[in-house]
């Protein structure tokens, strides 16, 4: 188990250090960033000096070891759009985008997998059709879509939830939280059901699959033969079974929410990073790129390294036999 | 069995029905049996005659849209299969317990046998969970799992095969039923496994007063353990008495060849004995004249001499425990220190039960494994030296795999044509697309398909069929030396008959030398001139195939030799 770990933090290392690697090429090719840093009128020589001062003339190892090193210590640089350090703009932006991406997971998944097992369960009756219906609607439409289409109900023509931003957020220490204020909580609503609708699908479609594979398998057959109880072969053999492939990919979603709140987060114009990175690249921001890059990489890594521990407790066959 | 009482288990006038598309599929009808307490009584036919209907018709789970169309089944008298879902949900397991084929996809791979079987008591049976705990132990070590206390925390996938069917049984047992409905119980395992697992469900149902209905194909099972018989053939039961007369002296035409058709272990025949009653006399294969077919075209391949294949100290290893300290790793010998020689023209038989190593020498040859040490001499050349692509398809060309499994062993999406065909647009054998087509129709109308099978695709064969495509494909490089592993052990014994024969003729019509493997010691005799016989990786005795049968040499061949199934009357 430990030598399991163990692996696959160092394969997680390596992931991270790759990434790194992507994001320091940025720098590298996207402008040369003395260029986004002074004026016009600035000498040659003068460019040189802080050429040299920031190290930029170094070889290209050593830059990257040192931009590793900072990367590890939170460091981005400074942004060159807002003149302020990246990760102070990252810690602000940071909760909204945390906040906004767990509810819209657990809604995700509170409602996707009994949905999934009630449609493959009672797949011949009409609720388990309409969902999946809807779920096929909800697959294939855009989320900006979704996004717009609650905007113009909820908030134009019924003026019932704010149609921008996170309304009143409370401080605790750095983290800013808007699920403690109405407004917030309203605020909240139609972004996070945007963000969720697509997951939510693709998680029925997924559990409903899998679960029809499982209930063909000899030993759920076997449980009916037994005489179990059909909430007990239900729940207490198929599901678990189901759950085996299943959480691979939703740690693939769960991770995917949080990259791809930008769409979202532009929508409803909410205060968090995928905004900060679309602002980012339209500007040509390079230290927030690149920092958004590391984080959302580390998230990744992060949720891929919980799914193999949860594999490992929920499947003995993986488990190292003493 | 005094006719005046109620027997344990009736079933009356059964009919079950399949409606789909295509009409209703009638999967069992007129199935009048009986089933008295400690008796065991077969059901046997081939695959699709409705045997596994008959006990799912028992139990109450037919799959939808299948459905009891008419008749009754009584327990002790009473009728169960028109009682409520909840009162059937309790007889399952309770007073009928039933027993799958496969014992590695039987149990729940996710829960240790001890929750399984504490989870079935406590639906049943009102005792309180330490109770039930106990029980476990005690019915492992009723089934004969060697140290029940430790082994009962244990996962299904840390038993063997053997071991999880006792699993099995232990659970279809664990709440005293009254009836036991077994499908296939030892179809998946091994001779020797088999042989523990018969004893086992006979000692059960001796003990206990239970009746037993045991579901067949192997006409060795029923001989085995059955007191009386049931000759299942397209939905109907044709013949049902003792054992004993129906293996003797069978009425019905089906059951004469059907017995007739499994290959007699204790001496050896020209050809299989078909199954005449389906299959309508003979195979539909012609004749050809290989001096101008193709198919004996490019077949001079020199004679070098010496043998055809040569193995010396041959050893593979597959880790088993990854570790990267070395001293930690842990190996599983598959194939240990093997040497064996196959002369051009004959056929070499291995032997040997499950685990033994035999499909890994036969993976070793034709180079999907490399071996770890020794070497492999084809025609003279060494194949373990070989670096060049080149000169590997060469020699490729001239060895081709027929697999055990029909269905997994064929590309779903390709046309059978596209099938076939692939290895002789592969190795460059034909000048044009118009000479590859009359090539696989040529090779299809020898296996006995027909050239209308080319534009279909594999789903729609039989697993018999199915085995003809394999075996056309690997005649499609013309080839010299032919692996077969397990051939026929998917099949059933009808379709086992052909495929061998086929196997048989082609063998002497082309002089193909043959690697085959198999673990059905009758089919080897039929099969093969010299056998070798592996256990653990190692290869115990290699003799003339009449030898080894008549006087074995090594203890383990004995043993082999004794726990062959046979006919009482053979006996």
């Given at each position: 188990?430990?030598?399991?770990?163990?692996?696959?933090?160092?394969?997680?290392?390596?992931?991270?250090?790759?990434?790194?690697?992507?994001?320091?090429?940025?720098?590298?090719?996207?402008?040369?960033?003395?260029?986004?840093?002074?004026?016009?009128?600035?000498?040659?020589?003068?460019?040189?000096?802080?050429?040299?001062?920031?190290?930029?003339?170094?070889p290209?190892?050593?830059?990257?070891?040192?931009?590793?090193?900072?990367?590890?210590?939170?460091?981005?640089g400074?942004?060159?759009r807002?003149?302020k350090?990246?990760?102070?703009?990252i810690?602000?932006?940071?909760?909204?985008t945390?906040?906004l991406?767990?509810?819209?997971?657990?809604?995700?998944?509170?409602?996707?997998?009994?949905?999934?097992?009630?449609?493959?369960?009672?797949?011949?009756?009409?609720?388990a059709?309409?969902?999946?219906?809807?779920?096929?609607?909800?697959?294939?439409?855009?989320?900006?879509?979704?996004?717009?289409?609650?905007?113009?109900?909820?908030?134009?023509?019924?003026?019932?939830?704010?149609?921008?931003?996170?309304?009143?957020?409370?401080?605790?220490?750095w983290?800013?939280?808007?699920?403690?204020?109405?407004?917030?909580?309203?605020?909240?609503?139609?972004?996070?059901?945007?963000?969720?609708?697509?997951?939510?699908?693709?998680?029925?479609?997924?559990?409903?699959?899998?679960?029809?594979?499982?209930?063909?398998?000899?030993?759920?057959?076997?449980?009916?033969?037994?005489?179990?109880?059909?909430?007990?072969?239900?729940?207490?053999?198929?599901?678990?079974?189901?759950?085996?492939?299943?959480?691979?990919?939703?740690?693939?979603?769960?991770?995917?929410?949080?990259?791809?709140?930008?769409?979202?987060?532009?929508v409803?114009?909410?205060?968090?990073?995928?905004?900060?990175?679309?602002?980012?690249?339209s500007?040509?921001?390079?230290?927030?790129?690149?920092?958004y890059?590391?984080?959302?990489?580390?998230?990744?890594?992060?949720?891929?390294?919980?799914?193999?521990?949860?594999?490992?407790?929920?499947?003995?066959?993986?488990?190292?036999?003493? | 069995?005094?006719?005046?009482?109620?027997?344990?288990?009736?079933?009356?006038?059964?009919?079950?029905?399949?409606p789909?598309?295509?009409?209703?599929?009638?999967?069992?009808?007129?199935?009048?049996?009986?089933?008295?307490?400690?008796?065991?009584?077969?059901?046997?036919?081939?695959s699709?005659?409705?045997?596994?209907?008959?006990?799912?018709?028992?139990?109450?789970?037919?799959?939808?849209p299948?459905?009891?169309?008419d008749?009754?089944?009584l327990l002790?008298?009473?009728?169960?299969?028109?009682?409520?879902?909840?009162?059937m949900?309790?007889?399952?397991?309770?007073?009928?317990?039933?027993?799958?084929?496969?014992?590695?996809?039987?149990?729940?791979?996710?829960?240790?046998?001890?929750?399984?079987l504490?989870?079935t008591?406590?639906?049943?049976?009102?005792?309180?969970?330490?109770?039930a705990?106990?029980?476990?132990?005690?019915?492992?070590?009723?089934?004969?799992?060697?140290?029940?206390?430790?082994?009962?925390?244990?996962y299904?996938?840390?038993?063997?095969?053997?071991?999880?069917?006792r699993?099995?049984?232990?659970?279809?047992?664990?709440?005293?039923?009254?009836?036991?409905?077994?499908d296939?119980?030892?179809?998946?395992?091994?001779?020797?496994?088999?042989?523990?697992?018969?004893?086992?469900?006979?000692?059960?149902?001796r003990?206990?007063?239970?009746?037993?209905?045991?579901?067949?194909h192997?006409?060795?099972?029923?001989?085995?353990?059955?007191?009386?018989?049931?000759v299942?053939?397209?939905?109907?039961?044709?013949?049902?008495?003792?054992?004993?007369?129906?293996?003797?002296?069978?009425?019905?035409?089906?059951?004469?060849?059907?017995?007739?058709?499994?290959?007699?272990?204790?001496?050896?025949?020209?050809?299989?004995?078909?199954?005449?009653?389906?299959?309508?006399?003979?195979?539909?294969?012609k004749?050809?004249?290989?001096?101008?077919?193709?198919?004996?075209q490019?077949?001079?391949?020199?004679?070098?001499?010496?043998?055809?294949?040569?193995?010396?100290?041959?050893t593979?290893?597959?880790?088993?425990?990854?570790?990267?300290?070395?001293?930690r790793?842990?190996?599983?010998?598959?194939?240990?220190?093997?040497?064996?020689e196959?002369?051009?023209?004959?056929?070499?038989?291995?032997?040997?039960?499950?685990?033994?190593?035999?499909s890994?020498?036969?993976?070793?040859?034709?180079?999907?494994?490399?071996?770890?040490?020794?070497?492999?001499?084809?025609?003279?050349?060494?194949?373990?030296?070989?670096?060049?692509?080149?000169?590997?398809?060469?020699?490729?060309r001239q060895?081709?795999?027929?697999?055990?499994d029909?269905?997994?062993?064929l590309?779903?999406?390709?046309?059978?044509?596209?099938?076939?065909?692939?290895?002789?647009?592969?190795?460059?054998?034909?000048?044009?697309?118009?000479?590859?087509r009359?090539?696989?129709?040529?090779?299809?109308?020898?296996?006995g398909?027909?050239t209308?099978a080319?534009?279909?695709?594999?789903?729609?064969?039989?697993g018999?069929?199915?085995?003809?495509?394999?075996?056309?494909?690997?005649?499609?490089?013309?080839?010299?030396?032919?692996?077969?592993?397990?051939?026929?052990?998917?099949?059933?014994?009808?379709?086992?008959?052909?495929?061998l024969?086929?196997?048989?003729?082609?063998?002497?019509?082309?002089?193909?030398?043959?690697?085959?493997?198999?673990?059905?010691?009758?089919?080897?005799?039929?099969?093969?001139?010299?056998?070798?016989v592996?256990?653990?990786g190692?290869?115990?005795?290699?003799?003339?195939?009449?030898?080894?049968?008549?006087?074995?040499?090594?203890?383990?061949?004995?043993?082999?030799?004794d726990?062959?199934?046979?006919?009482?009357?053979?006996?």
């Amino acid at each position: 188990m430990l030598l399991f770990i163990a692996r696959r933090l160092a394969q997680s290392v390596l992931v991270m250090l790759t990434v790194a690697l992507i994001a320091f090429t940025l720098f590298q090719y996207v402008g040369d960033p003395i260029n986004n840093m002074v004026d016009q009128d600035t000498s040659l020589a003068e460019r040189e000096r802080i050429r040299k001062q920031l190290g930029l003339d170094d070889p290209v190892h050593v830059q990257f070891w040192r931009f590793v090193q900072n990367a590890a210590h939170g460091e981005f640089g400074i942004s060159y759009r807002l003149r302020k350090p990246v990760a102070e703009l990252i810690a602000e932006r940071f909760p909204a985008t945390l906040e906004l991406s767990m509810i819209s997971a657990i809604l995700a998944l509170a409602i996707g997998i009994p949905m999934g097992i009630y449609t493959a369960l009672n797949r011949e009756r009409w609720p388990a059709k309409l969902f999946m219906t809807l779920s096929l609607v909800g697959v294939s439409l855009p989320t900006f879509l979704i996004g717009i289409f609650l905007i113009l109900i909820f908030g134009v023509q019924l003026r019932w939830l704010p149609t921008f931003g996170r309304g009143e957020v409370v401080q605790l220490g750095w983290w800013s939280t808007g699920l403690l204020t109405a407004s917030g909580l309203k605020s909240l609503i139609m972004p996070a059901i945007t963000l969720a609708v697509f997951q939510m699908t693709l998680i029925v479609r997924l559990v409903r699959a899998e679960m029809l594979e499982v209930m063909r398998t000899d030993y759920i057959k076997f449980a009916r033969a037994r005489g179990l109880k059909e909430r007990a072969i239900n729940f207490g053999h198929a599901l678990k079974n189901t759950l085996v492939p299943v959480i691979t990919i939703i740690g693939l979603q769960v991770g995917s929410i949080i990259a791809f709140a930008i769409i979202t987060e532009s929508v409803f114009q909410w205060p968090g990073m995928g905004l900060l990175f679309v602002q980012a690249i339209s500007e040509v921001d390079i230290p927030v790129m690149a920092a958004y890059l590391m984080l959302i990489a580390l998230v990744f890594v992060i949720i891929n390294l919980i799914v193999d521990i949860l594999y490992v407790v929920i499947d003995p066959r993986l488990r190292v036999q003493s | 069995m005094s006719a005046s009482s109620i027997p344990l288990l009736e079933i009356r006038a059964l009919k079950v029905e399949f409606p789909s598309r295509r009409g209703v599929l009638v999967a069992a009808q007129d199935v009048n049996l009986t089933l008295e307490g400690g008796e065991i009584l077969g059901v046997v036919g081939e695959s699709g005659a409705g045997k596994s209907t008959i006990a799912n018709a028992v139990m109450g789970l037919i799959e939808p849209p299948g459905r009891m169309a008419d008749g009754q089944i009584l327990l002790r008298g009473e009728r169960i299969d028109a009682l409520p879902k909840e009162r059937m949900r309790r007889i399952r397991g309770r007073r009928i317990g039933m027993i799958f084929q496969d014992p590695l996809t039987s149990l729940d791979p996710l829960q240790t046998v001890e929750q399984q079987l504490v989870e079935t008591m406590l639906t049943h049976l009102d005792i309180s969970e330490r109770e039930a705990k106990a029980r476990a132990v005690e019915l492992l070590e009723q089934v004969g799992i060697p140290d029940p206390e430790h082994r009962v925390k244990n996962y299904p996938h840390q038993f063997s095969g053997g071991m999880r069917q006792r699993v099995v049984i232990a659970l279809a047992i664990c709440c005293e039923p009254e009836v036991l409905l077994a499908d296939e119980p030892t179809t998946a395992l091994d001779v020797s496994i088999q042989a523990q697992i018969l004893d086992l469900l006979r000692r059960l149902v001796r003990e206990r007063g239970m009746g037993m209905i045991i579901i067949t194909h192997d006409m060795g099972v029923i001989a085995e353990i059955t007191d009386r018989v049931a000759v299942m053939y397209r939905s109907r039961v044709v013949e049902e008495g003792p054992t004993e007369k129906i293996l003797t002296n069978p009425d019905h035409p089906y059951s004469r060849s059907l017995i007739a058709a499994v290959p007699p272990p204790d001496r050896r025949i020209d050809r299989f004995p078909l199954v005449e009653y389906i299959e309508k006399a003979g195979t539909q294969k012609k004749a050809l004249d290989l001096s101008t077919h193709w198919l004996g075209q490019a077949r001079d391949f020199g004679d070098s001499g010496g043998p055809l294949l040569e193995i010396e100290n041959l050893t593979m290893r597959f880790l088993v425990r990854p570790s990267l300290i070395p001293s930690r790793r842990k190996w599983m010998t598959a194939v240990d220190n093997v040497s064996l020689e196959i002369r051009e023209g004959e056929v070499f038989g291995l032997v040997g039960e499950s685990g033994s190593g035999k499909s890994t020498v036969a993976r070793l040859i034709c180079g999907i494994y490399t071996p770890h040490a020794g070497h492999i001499r084809f025609a003279g050349e060494e194949l373990t030296a070989m670096r060049l692509r080149r000169e590997i398809n060469r020699l490729r060309r001239q060895m081709q795999m027929i697999f055990q499994d029909p269905y997994s062993s064929l590309n779903p999406r390709m046309k059978v044509r596209d099938i076939v065909a692939e290895p002789i647009r592969f190795h460059r054998l034909a000048e044009s697309g118009a000479e590859v087509r009359h090539i696989v129709d040529d090779l299809l109308e020898h296996v006995g398909l027909g050239t209308a099978a080319a534009l279909r695709y594999p789903h729609e064969f039989s697993g018999g069929q199915r085995q003809r495509i394999s075996i056309a494909r690997a005649l499609a490089t013309r080839p010299r030396f032919l692996i077969c592993d397990e051939p026929t052990s998917a099949l059933d014994v009808s379709i086992q008959a052909q495929i061998l024969n086929l196997l048989k003729d082609l063998q002497e019509e082309l002089g193909l030398t043959m690697l085959f493997i198999s673990h059905d010691l009758p089919v080897i005799r039929q099969m093969c001139d010299r056998v070798g016989v592996m256990r653990h990786g190692k290869l115990l005795e290699v003799a003339e195939t009449e030898a080894l049968f008549t006087r074995p040499q090594h203890p383990y061949t004995k043993h082999l030799l004794d726990l062959m199934p046979r006919m009482r009357h053979e006996a």
